[in-house]
């Protein structure tokens, strides 16, 4: 298909726009100038509700306006809104093994009315039609019932592929689009545009017609063998179509198991990447536990700083300078020989050994000593007197002695003990800070428990070895049963070629196994050759267009489609890049172009692209390098572009461009426009300026454009 | 028509050309027989049609083709 001309009525603020779009193979670019609140969206969006209808309208078009806002309604209260698009399709006519090309030209009609409240911001919606019409040299021909050819030439799936704008265009990958999703739109643009359900759906009702013709097979003969073989036929085929629909059944399974066990890692992966909520829990604990064990040292070193005031270094602390007195009172005494307490032992054991210190016998045996000995007994009476006196004196002297021959160490362990105390005070603050801290953490985790996770994820992986152990086994299955239906075959067409009515049903069952054969086997080249063409051309388009190149030390390296419909790249080393994280703004608009582009390529289905803004947030080589790669593989190719992004593509518009127009928008004079554009209503207006021209009606002020641009 | 009927048919007749030969022009037969059964696929895409029988039909008359071209074949190898 390709887009011919769109005229647009009081569709929003295009109240009558007329737009011709370029369909030539050489000049196949059309660009429209617009800058922001001109429209683009608006236009796009009118051509997808002309060509689909309401289900293209944001939320089906419930409750969504397409009147303009600034409707006056003392003029009517019935607004009419129209879409009329002219469209031309590539007609294959094949005439035995000549193919015959023809283009075929249609104008689609779609309207409604909108009735406004007239005192209220309310509206309600009435008289919706569409209509088709084959436009031809002889003149328009109405199509009736429309939707059919709709249905065919527009099909819904294909909706993203030709119209793509600027937030659109991330849908084939974005990651806030669940993987089944995405997975999904690729699918069926891919199967729409390869054809691959339509080969499927034959495939399916030519099988029903050869299990038909092999029923019919057993009428002709009442030959044992020939009955015998042809049951063996139906039930193998039966078998086969049990394990077929077995085998679809466990694939899907096994993709829906995949992207639990993908979402439970990303689960995991998301848990862990804020931290991981059990283990900060186990940390949390340990610290409790590092703290309890704190406080009991604490304790301890409490109980110890209150036993040094009943040590006996306090006392020698406290006692010093009194000591130091006393000390010198003491060893006086000493001097004096008052203390030690020491006369009555002396004289004591000078009496036990009878003999005195100046020489004398104190024996009692020498009647001389007499005298003697009653004289020291007497000294040793009087000194008793004194004795309680001498030792008390005797004992402080020796206790001070004790006191005061070392120095005090309390005031050093005092200190030590107050300091052992301030470090752990301190260490327990920490901890508790710690503890505080891990809770916050704790809180702000939501309830992941990975540890559970993590055997969801080791059962799914358990299962999806279980599947795949399943599938290769049926797939055993499979190839043995259709080799014994092979051979049943031939059995059965020699037992026939016996027949006298055998021919007709040999020929009916010869085609029928041919048109399957072929049938068949375009499938298989479909859903692999032609799917790796896709994806190997959306990978050279992709590549190009960001101006990777993988010999050299570029982080890209290829972009491919899986088996699984998903769409990924690969950078150094094979290593995939997530198109979501790895990947900037400018390269993902990129790579979804490349997918669409490479598909309608592949596909060779005759296609307009559609692109509103597409070279926001690129610049530089890579603008113009999407700009340039979109053109060359496209079959038509439709821009909606701002100042800023024309900006450096001027050369490539001017040479690849069959039209190109400027949009202006009324209600942007006079903070934009220099010129009044003579209109009291808001509205889309066209001139035929190119994207380097002005005139009266586009003319912007020179700082609104050059902040356009910039 | 289909929107990539170019691609199908360009494939199908490739892979009708793989099929053998039982009668001068079957492949081409074969071919147009695939053609018609995809264009039917197509068009039950977008309207009601018993597609079954339909299929039937193309299927039964390159059938009653496939048998008088055989058994003109046969009787002129006979």
Request: net charge negative; proline share 3%; charged share 30%.
């Amino acid at each position: 298909m390709k887009l011919i001309s769109a005229r647009i009525k009081n569709f929003r603020l295009l109240r009558d726009l007329e737009l011709d779009f370029s369909s030539e193979s050489e000049k196949k670019l059309t660009v429209f100038r617009a800058p922001n609140e001109t429209g683009k969206t608006t236009i796009v969006r009118a051509l997808r509700w002309g060509l689909y209808g309401d289900n293209a309208l944001p939320n089906k078009g419930v409750k969504w306006r397409m009147h303009p806002i600034d409707w006056d309604k003392s003029d009517s209260v019935n607004v009419h809104i129209s879409v009329t698009i002219e469209f031309e399709i590539l007609k294959i006519n094949q005439i035995g093994d000549q193919r015959i090309e023809t283009h075929q030209r249609f104008r689609i009609s779609r309207s409604v009315m909108e009735v406004l409240d007239a005192d209220s911001d309310t509206w309600r919606k009435t008289d919706a039609s569409v209509k088709l019409f084959e436009v031809s040299e002889g003149g328009v021909t109405p199509i009736d019932p429309p939707e059919a050819i709709i249905r065919e030439e527009l099909p819904t799936e294909l909706r993203d592929v030709f119209f793509t704008d600027g937030d659109r265009a991330m849908d084939f990958i974005e990651a806030d689009i669940n993987v089944r999703s995405k997975r999904n739109r690729v699918e069926k643009a891919i199967r729409a545009l390869l054809g691959i359900g339509v080969l499927q759906n034959s495939i399916a009702h030519v099988t029903i017609s050869a299990k038909e013709a092999n029923r019919r097979a057993r009428s002709v003969g009442g030959d044992v063998d020939l009955t015998r073989v042809i049951q063996n036929i139906e039930n193998n085929e039966n078998d086969i179509s049990v394990k077929e629909a077995k085998k679809t059944e466990l694939t899907e399974e096994l993709t829906n198991i995949e992207e639990m066990a993908k979402d439970t890692t990303k689960q995991i992966d998301l848990a862990l990447k804020d931290g991981n909520k059990q283990q900060l829990i186990d940390d949390k604990n340990r610290l409790l536990n590092q703290k309890e064990k704190y406080a009991k040292d604490l304790s301890g070193l409490q109980k110890k700083h209150s036993q040094i005031f009943e040590d006996v270094e306090l006392a020698k602390y406290l006692l010093a300078p009194a000591l130091d007195k006393s000390n010198e009172i003491m060893n006086k005494l000493e001097m004096e020989g008052q203390i030690p307490h020491t006369t009555i032992p002396v004289l004591n054991n000078r009496l036990k050994l009878g003999e005195c210190i100046c020489g004398e016998s104190l024996s009692p045996d020498d009647n001389t000593a007499k005298d003697r000995i009653d004289h020291i007994n007497h000294l040793i009476e009087t000194n008793k007197s004194a004795d309680d006196l001498q030792r008390v004196m005797t004992a402080l002297f020796y206790k001070g002695q004790d006191l005061t021959s070392t120095k005090s160490t309390w005031k050093h362990l005092r200190k030590n003990t107050i300091a052992d105390r301030e470090t752990l005070a301190l260490k327990i603050e920490q901890i508790q800070k710690d503890i505080r801290a891990h809770e916050a953490k704790i809180d702000a985790l939501p309830d992941t428990d990975i540890q559970k996770l993590r055997e969801f994820e080791r059962d799914y992986q358990r299962r999806i070895t279980g599947i795949n152990f399943d599938i290769s086994e049926i797939n055993s299955q499979l190839r043995n049963l259709r080799i014994d239906v092979a051979e049943l075959i031939e059995k059965r067409d020699r037992l026939l070629k016996n027949k006298e009515k055998g021919l007709m049903i040999r020929s009916e069952l010869a085609v029928i196994s041919d048109v399957a054969k072929i049938l068949e086997n375009s499938y298989h080249t479909m859903t692999t050759t032609e799917l790796r063409k896709v994806s190997d051309m959306m990978s050279e388009i992709f590549l190009k267009m960001v101006g990777a190149d993988p010999k050299q030390k570029s982080v890209i390296h290829s972009a491919m489609i899986t088996e699984e419909f998903d769409i990924i790249v690969k950078g150094p080393s094979g290593r995939h890049l997530d198109p979501d994280h790895d990947l900037n703004g400018a390269s993902r608009r990129a790579l979804t172009l490349a997918f669409i582009l490479a598909l309608t390529n592949v596909s060779e289905v005759e296609a307009p692209n559609i692109i509103d803004t597409p070279l926001g947030m690129m610049d530089g080589f890579v603008k113009l390098s999407v700009l340039k790669t979109a053109v060359e593989y496209s079959q038509q190719i439709i821009l909606f572009l701002t100042h800023s992004e024309i900006a450096g593509c001027e050369e490539v518009i001017r040479q690849k461009s069959g039209i190109i127009k400027t949009l202006t928008n009324t209600a942007h004079f006079p903070t934009m426009l220099v010129n009044d554009p003579g209109s009291h209503e808001r509205k889309v207006i066209l001139c035929d300026c190119d994207h380097e021209s002005v005139c009266q009606i586009c003319e912007r002020r020179k700082e609104q454009k050059q902040e356009e641009v910039a | 028509m289909p929107l990539n009927q170019k691609k199908i048919l360009s494939i199908i007749t490739s892979e009708a050309d793989a099929i053998p030969e039982q009668y001068e022009g079957y492949t081409q037969d074969i071919s147009k027989v695939v053609s018609e059964i995809i264009g039917l696929e197509i068009h039950h895409k977008v309207s009601a049609i018993n597609i079954q029988q339909k299929i039937n039909e193309v299927l039964h008359e390159a059938a009653v083709s496939h048998a008088d071209r055989f058994e003109d074949d046969e009787e002129k190898s006979n």
